[in-house]
């Protein structure tokens, strides 16, 4: 099942802050989060594997709680380069395969 | 360099017709993925290859067709069968190991005319 991301759309003004949730039904192995400008690919930003290893982008910070099975992903005086739609991938069983989120537009004004 | 290369970038079809997308890495990676994404959503996925000669389904498999022959390509065919194929392709691949992640190539956009 899909997990879920929230809000779905943010803006924000350079120099602000911003969260986003990923929130799953079913036990998390890893939660993976990654960043996709428009027409382009995904690209990593952070792992978070059970257990609290964390591994990934070093000024964007995330955090994981099993029990919740949630994570958050904390941007910390966005940038304009930061516009784009984040995605949490998540691994239930370890295996490596994903299942995505729907995204989060988050988009940066000046 | 090392990465994942797909080709064409876009790609235009006509109803009834097969089309194969094509999917190469050269990281080194046994496992690799095929993507669905449409406008405004997430990735879905269409199958998965962990190992050589070795693949299997994905959330949303029918219509579609893989093959993994070679370690460094994991082609995906679209078949006449896919009622909706317009979307944008993400190939992915990733190291044997569930404390790595995956890298996505540049992504295919097809059309159906």
């Known amino acids: 099942q899909q997990p879920v991301q929230s809000p779905q759309a943010v803006i924000l003004r350079e120099g602000e802050d911003a969260v986003i949730n990923c929130s799953s039904s079913?036990?998390?192995?890893?939660v993976h989060w990654y960043r996709q400008k428009h027409g382009e690919a995904p690209v990593f930003l952070m792992i978070?594997?059970?257990?609290?290893e964390q591994k990934g982008h070093e000024k964007i910070s995330a955090s994981f709680n099993e029990k919740k099975q949630q994570s958050s992903l904390y941007l910390t005086a966005s940038q304009l380069s930061y516009s784009g739609t984040y995605f949490c991938?998540?691994?239930?069983?370890?295996?490596?395969?994903?299942?995505f989120g729907t995204g989060t537009r988050l988009t940066i004004i000046p | 360099d090392g990465g994942i290369t797909q080709s064409p970038k876009y790609l235009f079809r006509k109803e009834g017709q097969n089309v194969t997308l094509s999917c190469e890495q050269n990281?080194?990676?046994?496992?690799m993925y095929w993507y669905r994404q449409d406008p405004g959503q997430g990735l879905r996925l269409i199958y998965y290859?962990?190992?050589?000669?070795?693949?299997q389904k994905g959330d949303i498999a029918e219509g579609y067709s893989v093959s993994r022959e070679k370690k460094e390509s994991f082609p995906l065919t679209v078949t006449s069968a896919q009622k909706n194929p317009t979307a944008f392709y993400l190939c992915?691949?990733?190291?044997?190991?569930?404390?790595?992640?995956?890298?996505f190539g540049p992504g295919t956009r097809l059309t159906v005319l």
């Open positions: 992915a691949s990733s190291l044997p190991s569930s404390t790595d992640t995956q890298y």
């Open positions: 290859s962990q190992i050589v000669n070795d693949f």
């Open positions: 978070l594997l059970k257990g609290g």
């Open positions: 991938g998540t691994d239930n069983f370890g295996n490596e395969k994903l299942t």
């Open positions: 990281l080194n990676h046994d496992a």
């Open positions: 079913k036990a998390l192995y890893s």
